[in-house]
């Protein structure tokens, strides 16, 4: 799953001449739903929204505050175009959810977002249609967000943090060099000397008449 996020001051859409959605200030997120995205892609792009720090705080510092923290606006568009592969010159979007699917998991995306924050808060346009979206961007500030690939990372911090541990384990032992046993086990055998020259005695005694 793919989101563009803007930081607007205002952000409206249009279908058909007729405006069927405005936002004062806040973010306007294009997403585009991809053919692998799952119930966890979903809850991971909520809270990366939700959660993404491109405001002011009270005394001014930048990068401070989420739209949650400042109670603003949120503008949803679907946008299939953001799974876009090219081919030549020519856009494909094979890699996009179908319409009969996305549209159902789209709803499920606004749900979610609405259940994480304030209802009344949240705005989308018209799955499907043909519309204008028009974008005052703020600053301009503009955020791409894309959810980890389906069974190759985990959004869970606790499961990113016990794998970092993991890895710096790994890497310690790595520096360390081979343990005390390997050592012995890797080693190259020496040969008993006085064995050997008795083998090769009793041999050559054979050989003389």
């Known amino acids: 799953m793919k989101a563009v996020v803007q930081r607007v001051t205002r952000a409206s859409v249009t279908v058909g001449g007729e405006q069927i959605s405005a936002i004062g200030q806040g973010i306007c997120v294009l997403l585009g739903i ?13 809270r990366k929204i939700l959660n993404l720090r491109v405001f002011e705080d009270e005394s001014g510092k930048h990068w401070s505050k989420s739209v949650m923290d400042k109670q603003y606006e949120v503008l949803c568009v679907s946008q299939f175009t953001l799974q876009c592969v090219l081919k030549g010159n020519k856009p494909d979007f094979h890699l996009a959810m179908p319409t009969e699917q996305a549209e159902g998991f789209y709803n499920n995306f606004l749900e979610q977002l609405r259940k994480t924050y304030r209802p009344e808060l949240i705005k989308d346009g018209k799955f499907g249609a043909y519309m204008q979206v028009h974008i005052q961007n703020d600053g301009p500030v503009t955020i791409e967000l894309e959810s980890p690939a389906p069974g190759t990372a985990t959004s869970d911090p606790k499961q990113l943090s016990k794998l970092e541990k993991q890895q710096q384990r790994k890497e310690k032992t790595r520096a360390k060099g081979p343990s005390e046993s390997s050592k012995e086990r890797n080693a190259p055998r020496k040969e008993d000397r006085s064995a050997s020259s008795g083998a090769e005695g009793d041999v050559s005694s ?3 008449p």
């Open 206 to 208: 054979e050989r003389e």
């Open 34 to 46: 991809s053919l692998e995205d799952t119930q966890k892609e979903l809850e991971h792009m909520v």
